[in-house]
């Protein structure tokens, strides 16, 4: 009576369960492991900048949160595309997944940014557009997340979630480029690192271990999200009920 | 006293339990005060100057845009008649509801303005000010605000007509709020403004509540 | 008791009725009928003090209800077209917030018999959202097994009851009145209680 | 080793509340959404639990 | 075609019937200009420099609030299920209503907007272009708007909601809109801002139809 | 011929109906049926392309109605809760501009015509807002006799009508339905027309 896909439609989002539950461990673990070495070159190996001295060790967590912020918006929004070009439920609940840690993500880049600013520019804050398109990306976090809030019907919560996800990213490289235009019109404030050559060697290797470590808490924080959005969506379902008793 | 502990504690918990409304308003603020910069330009300088009013004139808005949860829910389905229908008097329980709005939707105001504040390039002296002003002036915004509420309860087009009743009756609170930031700036003081907020906000706060609870009668009949 | 005098009603541009008179007794059950759009709600928020009459008074024990206004608001309660019952919260908290602000609080177990009594003991702490419209009209109604009011003001409570329910209601009509209570009422069903003769106003 | 005492890998150059203050936000941020994930989860397992219950006392 | 023509007239007939609603926007657009010299204070150099940035902020908030109107009613009364089963393209018809919504709620502002230029001191020159560039971004505003507006269609909080949507969306129009502006302030020129808000224009408007398309069919389930 | 074939319906978190066919035939007549909120609108809905199925499809004339979406639409009218009567445009300018949107624009003396048959022709041009709820339905239902569509989708057509208009619907249905037409509805009032025997889909 049902027919395969069907079938594999239904069944999806429960061996999805299974299968992140054993993924998870992994990603943390995976993410502890870099972190720990990131966080080790970041404050141990990279020595002391001569210019801006140990202020410059928040790169390491600035850069990799900010590149993470917009790379989950990315992600979020081709789950997005996946779920209203397939109709994949599974897709949906990943993009609802990503967005608070992306939206934490980008958050954590302004913060890190403005503490930043402080000791190099004087000012917490200027209207610089990368600052700015970083904002505006935390609005953007904030509109898709207060969007599936308000909806209570999950299936059109998915839909429309999506759908401004998508909106949204169609319109990042214009924003991205409109703010980036209004500022050089002006003179802002010019961000630039004076790093010695020899430096750029261990800070990239930071950076880059740090990001992946970011990377990898991201997976893990988003299969937990997602896991438990399925319960919450499959609790009428048979295998929940199963799984439930199984545990008992 | 017992009715209207219980009237706050319910309102603070529909509150929680709607999180996303009030979130929703504050980010708002922070949007608003956001796109003048990008609409005037980065020029520190020129924003410093305009700070106090940028913020200002964002609160007056969000408060504006967070009357709609006032009364209207309550209107819908049918609280509002039953608050009215108590035996404690109009007057106490729209103090308290109003005190609930405050506390949900100016506090948090409040809270977020340094940041906002900040992003202007306003000092730490300056800040006080600031969260000063805003603390004395959102109370009033929900006071006459509620009036405005009350009167367009049910009527289509409400959001825009109850801004245009409102906004003329914000013009004082954010004449003197922003005049005490730019009195800090400027080095001039800020006392004489912050008293005279001090002085609206109890002048609103005595004469608005009949006002509202007048405003109720008339739209509920 | 409570009594109408020469009560004339307008809406918009049209008047409802003119020259209503009404008594309502100790133990009396009144009736209003009507078609629908007669004026029925009109009339029950005049009696409760939500409208002004255009013309005419009403006076509960002889007092205006607009110059007794606590002590009339603290004998009455009014059941109106919408149930008055907060989406977000559960129905036991409706239920308890409802008597908390009429100036009764009643105790938690008082609240959930109240609940269990009309058949929603098993779903207390739900959201009322959750609900369909029938229990939340329920929730609405268990405020009359907690309310110590003398006039019970209702409109149309019957509707979107089952059978059950409609007889519930109509048993704890007549225990009211058998105590003295009196209720003013409209309703499109037939009522039926026992050893009661209702009075009725005819609008048209 | 860019640090001999502890002291001094504390005092940052100076930029202790910078740095630390990136840092430790982070981390409480990413302790914090961790809490948070944990309390979804018990939850989500409490609704779906008594979904289950409901199910079976309704059935029966 | 003939469908299209007929929804045109009726939108703008019933504008006509319901002229309170979009006064209402303007004097919005007015008042929320007006509040910026009162926050800021009536220094003429400072209201020159950011008259631009003011009356763009304050057109980006009047179209926001105006987009209630733009689907709400037809929702609630059922219009709107009935033009989604005409055998017209959605996209035709939409692309119809944005037009009128935009005839109804962005060309009063066009116009008005000359008149509070000349409050914060703007030439004759600068005016103009203040003008054009309204008349190449309020279309955008409006077009944006829609989606945001279809999304929220029946939500609670859908004001304040559409807004935290919206707004950000409409960055880009604030930034070119109000550059040109300062472009032509500066004696920089603004062409290259209003030649980029025409090709945003373009854009939107060939995109935009389908997207409140889906957002609708999402909406209406 | 309009077909369903293993629809399911899940509106929030609950399957309203799973694994329903149903079949609808020239001159046929297809009565949904069910309790309040046992998803008779939702199946409506689906049946006119305003709602996805969860599993399952829908056919007109053998193609799917998403595919065959312009000739569907151009074929069908759907009559829903709400009556799509906007108040501040007369009862004869609501009917005009809904043949005009349906792409079947009516003469002026038809449009009068319809309407006059349906009671309203002493008030065409009264704003909807000054009409009585029965009257507004009256309007929507006027389309009914100037449509040239073959299936008619008609949720609780019935509401808030008096006796004179339910007869007149009924017999407009009859005619429908000996001309060749198909007519889906759903209404909680009984239906009879004379020589057609309904159909029925029981949903619960
Ligand atoms: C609140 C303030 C700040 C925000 C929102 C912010 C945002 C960002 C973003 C979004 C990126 C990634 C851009 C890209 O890869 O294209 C980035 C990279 C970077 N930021 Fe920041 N930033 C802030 C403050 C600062 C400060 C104060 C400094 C140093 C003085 C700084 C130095 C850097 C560096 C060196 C990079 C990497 C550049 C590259 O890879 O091209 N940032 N920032
Ligand atoms: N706020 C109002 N302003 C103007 N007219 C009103 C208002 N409220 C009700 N009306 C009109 O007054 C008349 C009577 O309304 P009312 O609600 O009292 O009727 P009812 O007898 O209770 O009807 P039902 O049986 O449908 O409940 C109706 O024609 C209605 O349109
Ligand atoms: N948009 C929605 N989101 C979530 N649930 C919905 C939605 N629309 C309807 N429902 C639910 O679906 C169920 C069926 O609704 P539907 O309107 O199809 O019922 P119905 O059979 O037409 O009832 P009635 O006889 O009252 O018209 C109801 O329980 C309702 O609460
Ligand atoms: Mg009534
Ligand atoms: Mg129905």
Redesign the interface.
């Known amino acids: 009576m049902m027919s395969g896909f069907n079938l594999y439609k239904y069944s999806s989002p429960a061996t999805f369960y299974a299968l992140a539950g054993r993924l998870i461990p992994w990603f943390y673990g995976a993410a502890a492991l870099l972190g720990a070495a990131g966080l080790y070159v970041s404050f141990f190996l990279a020595p002391t900048d001569f210019q801006q001295s140990e202020a410059y060790r928040i790169i390491f967590i600035h850069v990799p949160a900010a590149w993470m912020s917009m790379f989950i918006y990315i992600v979020m929004a081709g789950w997005a595309a996946l779920g209203l070009a397939f109709n994949t439920r599974l897709s949906f609940m990943m993009a609802s997944a990503l967005a608070p840690t992306g939206a934490m993500l980008t958050f954590v880049s302004l913060w890190t940014g403005a503490l930043w600013g402080k000791p190099t520019w004087g000012a917490w804050w200027v209207w610089d557009a990368r600052l700015t398109s970083e904002l505006i990306l935390f609005f953007l976090y904030l509109g898709f997340m207060a969007l599936q809030a308000a909806i209570d019907d999950p299936r059109r919560a998915d839909r429309a979630g999506a759908l401004i996800a998508l909106v949204g990213v169609v319109n990042v490289p214009i924003i991205y480029f409109s703010v980036k235009w209004w500022n050089t019109l002006h003179q802002g404030a010019s961000v630039s690192l004076t790093k010695a050559p020899s430096m750029a060697a261990v800070m990239l290797a930071g950076m880059l271990v740090m990001a992946l470590a970011v990377w990898m808490y991201a997976i893990a924080a988003a299969l937990s999200r997602v896991r438990c959005i399925i319960l919450e969506r499959e609790r009428n379902s048979q295998w929940v009920a199963q799984m439930l008793e199984a545990e008992e | 006293m017992n009715a209207i502990s219980a009237l706050l504690r319910r309102e603070l918990t529909l509150a929680m339990r709607r999180r996303g409304d009030v979130l929703t308003v504050l980010f708002f603020f922070v949007i608003v005060a956001s796109l003048f910069p990008l609409g005037v330009g980065p020029e520190p300088k020129l924003l410093r100057l305009m700070g106090g009013g940028v913020v200002w004139v964002a609160a007056l808005l969000a408060a504006m845009l967070s009357l709609g949860r006032l009364f209207a829910a309550d209107y819908a389905d049918g609280t509002l008649e039953q608050l009215i229908l108590t035996p404690t008097p109009p007057v106490a329980w729209i103090t308290g509801k109003i005190l609930a709005h405050w506390l949900v939707s100016g506090v948090p105001l409040i809270l977020m303005a340094p940041v906002l504040g900040i992003q202007f390039g306003l000092s730490g002296a300056e800040l006080a000010v600031l969260m000063s002003s805003l603390l004395l002036g959102t109370p009033v915004l929900s006071l006459i605000g509620a009036i405005g509420a009350a009167l367009t309860l049910g009527l289509r087009g409400g959001g825009v007509l109850v801004s245009l009743l409102v906004l003329p009756l914000y013009i004082p609170v954010l004449i003197f709020g922003a005049g005490a930031v730019d009195g800090a700036i400027s080095g001039l003081g800020s006392e004489a403004h912050l008293s005279l907020l001090g002085g609206i906000l109890i002048l609103a706060f005595m004469l608005t509540p009949w006002a509202v609870a007048a405003a109720l009668r008339i739209s509920i009949e | 008791m409570l009594e109408g005098k020469d009560l004339t009603c307008v809406r918009g541009e049209r008047t409802l009725f003119s020259h209503l008179d009404f008594v309502l007794r100790e133990g009396e059950l009144l009736l209003v009928q009507g078609a ?2 007669s004026g029925k709600t009109s009339l029950l928020r005049m009696a ?5 009459p255009e013309f005419g008074e009403i006076s509960w024990r002889g007092e205006k209800i607009g110059a007794a206004r ?2 009339y ?2 004998e ?1 309660i ?1 059941f ?10 559960s129905a036991f ?1 409706n239920l308890d ?2 008597c ?4 009764a ?1 009643a105790g938690r177990d008082d609240v959930k018999g109240a609940l269990g009594h009309l058949g929603l003991g ?1 779903c207390l702490d739900l ?1 009322a ?1 959750s609900l ?2 029938g229990q939340r009209r329920r929730v609405a109604l268990a405020r009359l097994l907690l309310t110590r009011a003398r006039l019970w003001i209702l409109d149309e409570p019957l509707t979107a009851l089952d059978q059950a329910a409609l007889q519930l209601v109509q048993s704890l009509l007549g225990e009211h009145l058998s105590k003295g209570g009196m209720v003013m009422l409209t309703t499109h069903q037939p009522v039926a209680i026992p050893g009661v003769e209702p009075k009725t106003v005819q609008l048209c | 080793m860019n640090w001999q005492t502890w002291s001094e890998f504390i005092h940052m150059g100076g930029y202790a509340l910078y740095v630390w203050g990136s840092f430790g936000v982070t981390a409480l941020l990413i302790a914090g959404e961790i809490v948070l994930l944990g309390a979804h989860r018990r939850k989500a397992l409490t609704l779906a639990r008594r979904t289950v219950q409901y199910g079976k006392a309704e059935r029966l």
Do not use: F, I, W
């Not at chain 3, 109106?80 to 919260?89: C, I, R, S, T, W």
């Open positions: 629908n759009g409760c003090g939500l409208l002004a606590e002590t608001h603290a009455m009014y109106g077209h919408a149930p008055a019952v907060k989406e977000d919260l908290e917030l409802a908390r602000l009429a100036g609080p098993h959201p959202k369909s419209q």
